[in-house]
T-cell receptor, first 117, second 107 residues
Framework: ETGVTQSPTHLIKTRGQQVTLRCSSQ?????VSWYQQALGQGPQFIFQ???????GRGNFPPRFSGLQFPNYSSELNVNALELDDSALYLC????????????????FGPGTRLTVL | RKEVEQDPGPFNVPEGATVAFNCTYS??????FFWYRQDCRKEPKLLMS???SGNEDGRFTAQLNRASQYISLLIRDSKLSDSATYLC????????FGAGTTVTVRA
């Protein structure tokens, strides 16, 4: 087990609704990245949070937003849900390498499977 | 052009066979590469890093060709438990994943 947890494990919503997904990072990690994995595709980078600030964003619209808390846990919020938002949402935790730059290996949580009807 | 492109397979091989597949990446400045393994409906898990000189981890061998911007994975003596989707990953602070190569090892 990676020590990264996500909740809920499954979720069903209808179009237009809003959803909040949660992630608890591995102990000692200060960075959380979120990915969306549609069926038959590889995970796509949504954004990354480092020390409570967004630290890079993929090609996702503003209705995808996030937060990171002082304990480094994180939330992903999606507003105005669309059918295409149905996917597995993965979070991954890691740590910044400090002066040498970059981040350590990313460890993934089990994911939240979101279905939008 | 996608950042990472993989041969999707599927590769259906008998136990004991050798299977190999590639991926290509678009950013010539990328420095860090991985292979992840993903089982059905589970999260990706790191299989191995890919080093410039090539590296082995048991039955798995990874190669990197910077000039041609491709990465390969070779699995020797396939086991039933090797059945999974293998994801090629480029690490540029964020992980860029290929769509995955599906391998099925049959008895």
């Amino acid at each position: 087990e990676t020590g990264v947890t996500q909740s809920p494990t499954h979720l069903i919503k209808t179009r237009g609704q809003q959803v909040t997904l949660r992630c608890s990072s591995q102990s000692g990690h200060n960075t959380v990245s979120w990915y969306q994995q549609a069926l038959g595709q590889g995970p796509q980078f949504i954004f990354q949070y480092y020390r409570e600030e967004e630290n890079g964003r993929g090609n996702f619209p503003p209705r995808f937003s996030g937060l990171q808390f002082p304990n480094y846990s994180s939330e992903l919020n999606v507003n105005a849900l669309e059918l295409d938002d149905s996917a597995l949402y993965l979070c991954a935790s890691s740590s910044a390498r400090g002066a040498s730059g970059g981040f350590t290996e990313q460890f993934f949580g089990p994911g939240t499977r979101l279905t939008v009807l | 052009r996608k950042e990472v492109e993989q041969d999707p397979g599927p590769f259906n091989v008998p136990e004991g066979a050798t299977v190999a597949f590639n991926c290509t990446y678009s950013n010539s400045a990328s420095q860090s590469f991985f292979w992840y393994r993903q089982d059905c409906r589970k999260e990706p898990k790191l299989l191995m890093s890919v080093y410039s000189s090539g590296n082995e981890d048991g039955r798995f061998t990874a190669q990197l060709n910077r000039a041609s911007q491709y990465i390969s994975l070779l699995i020797r003596d396939s086991k039933l438990s090797d059945s999974a989707t293998y994801l090629c990953v480029v690490n540029d602070y964020k992980l860029s994943f290929g769509a995955g190569t599906t391998v099925t090892v049959r008895a």
